[in-house]
């Protein structure tokens, strides 16, 4: 397949999987040109949305356990860190949505619920069993608020 083909961005919603049309996946190089790759693609998407749960998850647990740390410099640093692999992510799906690729548009909405459903399962399991905490007090639904334009304080 002749790579020169290969689009970032589509004129509507499409399919690109490989056999007529392809895309740039996030970097100049990474094309998606046959099904083997789309399929990759699709599964990798789906687990992007799935990481940026559990990195919600994870500041959480941070900003839960922050009064057992010993050296606050640490604690920020750690949370920092979380924090701009989270911002890397969020900007990345951002990007794959605009490629206006229909498959993968549906494996990150997928990867985003799945995500949000087991992490924030875990959450709520945590809160109720700890005695007279309900589920919906949780600053946890704070953290999936991950986009720069709309950051929700932590």
Known sequence: MDHSHCMVMQ???QIADGKEACIVFLFQGWNVDSQVKYAF???G?????????ALAYVRHLLLDNSRLRSSLLMHQLCLSF???IQMVLAYWMMLLVMTY?????????FGLVIGYFIFGFIEAKTRISMKGVSPSD???EKQFNSTACCQASS
């Open 41 to 43: 693609m699709l599964i």
């Open 45 to 53: 998407v789906l687990l992007m949305g799935v990481l940026h749960g």
């Open 82 to 84: 979380v924090y701009g």
């Open 138 to 140: 949780s600053p946890f």
């Open 11 to 13: 004129n509507g919603f």
């Open 101 to 109: 690729e229909t498959g993968t548009f549906i494996a990150l909405i």
